[in-house]
Each structure stands twice: as C-alpha cells, then as structure tokens.
C-alpha cells in the first residue's frame, strides 16, 4: 500500500471514529428508563406501571409489569419517534434483597437485553423508604457497554404535601430536578429538567393487579 493510500485508510477509520463518538453522544437516552425509575434512572423497587414519556420532543411508552410476588420485573420500552422509531427496548430487574427497617431493596437489572440499540447495560440499584420523613432514596451504578467504564447514580423523593413530591437524580454528572403530582390514585404526572436544559414530562399510571 502506498503511502497516499494508508493515509485515506487511516482518515477513513478516524471518520468513522469520530461519527460513531458523536452518534453515542447524542444519544444520551441509552442509560434512561431501564424500568420503572425516579425519573430516569432505576430504582431497588420493582412495580407494575404504565407510563408515557417526552423528553425534548422523544416520546417513549414503557410498560412495567412486576411477577412473583415482586420478585422479578419485566418491562418494554417503545420509543414513539427519532431515530428509535418503532424499536422496543426489553429490561429485567431482579429484586436480590427485600427492603426492611434498615437493610434497603436491591435489584440486579439488564437493559435492552434484544440489543436493539446496542449492548446490554448491566446495573445494580437499591432503594430505601423512610416513611416518617416521606423520604425515599434511591443509589446504584452501571457498567457503560462501550468504554466498560463504571458509572453511578443517585436521587431522592421527598413528599412536601399529600399530592407533591419533590424529586432529583444524579447520572454521570448530570443533574435532573423536578415535581411529581398525583391527582389521582395510581396517577402521577412529572416533571422535570435534565441538565438545566432538557425538559422532560412523564405520564404513570400504577397498577396494582
């Protein structure tokens, strides 16, 4: 191979390089909803729900459904729209220790276990409630399929009223704040911002069957 050749080889491969780094960067919705969560992120909890999700124009319904006696989580996440059109993301969680008064709710989950938008993420999460403050907290990490890097989040739920929750999360130094209202029983609707730029409203129904 001639010089001339090797470089258009070595600039063909720096291309796809750099336009496979910004097509994962601008996908930060890879790392979202892989099951039922604080707002984003999962939680120790497993649960049956329905939920409807927008953030910045994406729209997502993920649909959650809790077996053998909360033991085990299985839910689908159908993106709506954007380049993930049509594609529907399948999630485990698998609750490895129940909550009780001191010792918190911890689940080992995998996200997009069909590889429809790439590997799967691998996650540990755990949750706990203190029902005298209204207090729920939520901590865990994932490994990311690319750089294998280990990645943490945290967040919180604080009831301020009987129908107001206030809530955030941390993810890979990204911060999301926001409210969640519950009309109705089983119905809440949140929102809130990511990043102090991203909006982002989710639409629950919890079922209880």
Known sequence: MTFSGKRIVLLAILFVTLLTTNLWAQ???????????????????????????????????????????NFLEVSMLRHMNDAESGKSVMN????????DLII???????????????????????????????????AGFYKDPITTDKKTFFGFEKMVFPLVTVGAERNDEIDTFGIKLSPYPGLSIEIAQRDRKEELYNLNYIRSF
């Open 27 to 69: 996908n930060p919705r890879r790392f979202h909803y892989m099951g039922t969560s604080i707002f984003a992120m999962p939680t120790g909890f497993t649960r049956s729900t329905m939920s409807y999700i927008n953030d910045s124009g994406h729209s997502a319904v993920l649909i959650s459904q809790s077996l053998m006696n």
């Open 92 to 99: 485990f969680k698998l609750k490895l220790i129940e909550e």
């Open 104 to 138: 918190p709710s911890i689940v080992w989950g995998v996200s997009d276990v069909n590889t429809q938008l790439g590997s799967k993420i691998f996650y540990f999460a755990a949750s706990k409630s203190i029902e005298a403050f209204g207090v729920h907290l939520h």
